[in-house]
């Protein structure tokens, strides 16, 4: 007889349960804030290049355009970030954090570095240093 699949030695199961105890920690961390985490990530991305337009925010952050779409709306109507058609293409749009937004996610980065903390802390550092590195193989992320 056929034994099942052992899940528990499989990567993408593994990577889905990492993935799961990383969202947890997460809404632990930033609850309060009641940001989502791709929210997170789009707040940091304009911090780091404010007035980048909407396409290279969500290449940025790896998401698909419609999902980008809903996410900077949803932070639009919190008021946490402007959106302007660019003055040398209407159809591009370019974003900027209003001054709350920027409040809010210097706020949240302190929360973040936690949540990375806590969700290595069963490691050592040449293991933290050593799984980014092979994570960033697998994502195809070069180091």
């Not at 790896?62 to 970030?81: F, K, Q, V």
């Amino acid at each position: 007889m056929a034994t099942s699949f052992d899940f528990s030695q499989e990567p993408g199961y593994l990577i889905r349960r990492a993935h799961q105890t990383s969202m947890a920690i997460f809404a632990e961390e930033l609850g309060e804030y009641e940001v989502t985490s791709l929210q997170f990530a789009i707040l940091q991305a304009l911090v780091d290049e404010p007035g980048a337009d909407q396409i290279t925010v969500a290449q940025r952050v790896a998401l698909d355009a419609a999902t980008s779409g809903s996410i900077i709306m949803r932070l639009e109507e919190r008021g946490w970030l402007r959106r302007e058609a660019s003055p040398s293409d209407k159809r591009r749009k370019l974003l900027w954090l209003t001054p709350v937004g920027e409040k809010m996610a210097m706020d949240m980065k302190k929360h973040a570095r936690k949540v990375q903390q806590r969700l290595l802390q069963a490691l050592s550092e040449q293991e933290r240093v050593q799984l980014v590195a092979l994570l960033k193989r697998v994502s195809g992320i070069e180091s």
